[in-house]
């Protein structure tokens, strides 16, 4: 089974950008697809964007759709989530979630459909 570790997360003033990675291991990570979500405090666990295992398939949340950019290193083993434009409400602790995947262009919505999960990395945009 993978293991994922999410890193980038931080303090970033409105309009700044990061840059959160998702180093994966114990598996071969070409064989997962991933996904990026958010929990802010008091809500639900909702998607921001997933990738299929290929690299060829992305969806975004309408909510970050032109800022935020998914994207995956197969052969570094990890994935990606560029986030531009930083908003206050982007707020919240960032889990990335790998699922096995025999589909290559199969991205997946829901946290349901995810089997691992990170620890999480905490985002924080100040106003």
């Known amino acids: 089974q993978v293991q994922l570790v999410e890193s980038g997360g931080g303090l970033v003033q409105t309009g700044g950008s990061l840059r959160l990675s998702c180093a994966a291991s114990?598996?071969?990570?070409?064989?997962?697809?991933m996904g990026w979500f958010r929990q802010a405090p008091g809500k639900e666990r909702e998607l921001v964007a997933a990738?299929?295992?290929?690299?060829?398939?992305?969806v975004y949340a309408d909510s970050v759709k032109g800022r935020f950019t998914i994207s995956r290193d197969n052969a570094k083993n990890t994935g990606f989530l560029q986030m531009n434009s930083l908003k206050p409400e982007d707020t919240a602790v960032y889990y990335c979630?790998?699922?096995?995947?025999?589909?290559?262009?199969?991205?997946?919505?829901?946290?349901?459909?995810?089997?691992?999960w990170g620890q999480g990395t905490q985002v924080t945009v100040s106003s």
């Open positions: 990738i299929s295992r290929s690299g060829g398939s992305t």
């Open positions: 114990g598996g071969t990570f070409s064989n997962y697809a």
């Open positions: 979630a790998a699922v096995p995947s025999s589909h290559y262009y199969s991205a997946y919505r829901t946290r349901y459909e995810y089997d691992y």
